[in-house]
């Protein structure tokens, strides 16, 4: 069982390396996915619903409304999945949206992320001294410069 997962980690890793370079492609191959998978759910509540006497209960639209908020709000993800956490986190600091903010605010914004850039870079650095891992310094480097 651990070489199947270990198989399926590895080969999630290879296709996110390669689909992340197609920002529109990778993202039409995940709602594709998000669809299917949910239709095939769908499906199969449709199927206990009509064939069993708990599946008429569990998968009525009530029950349907009821277990998935349980397992929603159990799982810590009912937040999340109908905000997300950065709009939750931007009230919580009560940020102001992009369209609201100045120019001043913008321009201040891009210095504290230049800043934090420069110390991941710095923490990079450090850790491939310390630790002989290989340099991926001039990657993140050639990366930054290209989004500019």
Do not use: C
Not at 19 to 28: D, Q
Not at 31 to 59: A, L, N, P
Not at 89 to 104: H, Q, Y
């Amino acid at each position: 069982m651990k070489e199947i997962i270990k198989f399926f980690d590895k080969l999630e890793d290879r296709i996110r390396a390669r689909l992340s370079k197609f920002p529109i492609i990778y993202a039409f191959f995940g709602g594709v996915g998000v669809i299917v998978f949910w239709r095939g759910v769908w499906h199969v509540g449709d199927y206990y619903e009509q064939t069993t006497h708990w599946g008429s209960i569990v998968f009525s639209p009530y029950g349907s409304l009821i277990l998935g908020a349980v397992i929603l709000l159990a799982t810590g993800l009912f937040v999340s999945v109908f905000i997300g956490d950065s709009i939750l986190m931007s009230g919580l600091k009560r940020e102001k949206k992009l369209t609201e903010k100045t120019s001043e605010e913008i321009l201040e914004e891009k210095g504290e992320l230049s800043k934090v850039l420069e110390k991941v870079e710095e923490i990079d650095e450090e850790m491939h001294k310390n630790y002989d891992m290989p340099d991926t310094h001039n990657h993140i480097k050639n990366n930054d410069e290209n989004r500019k």
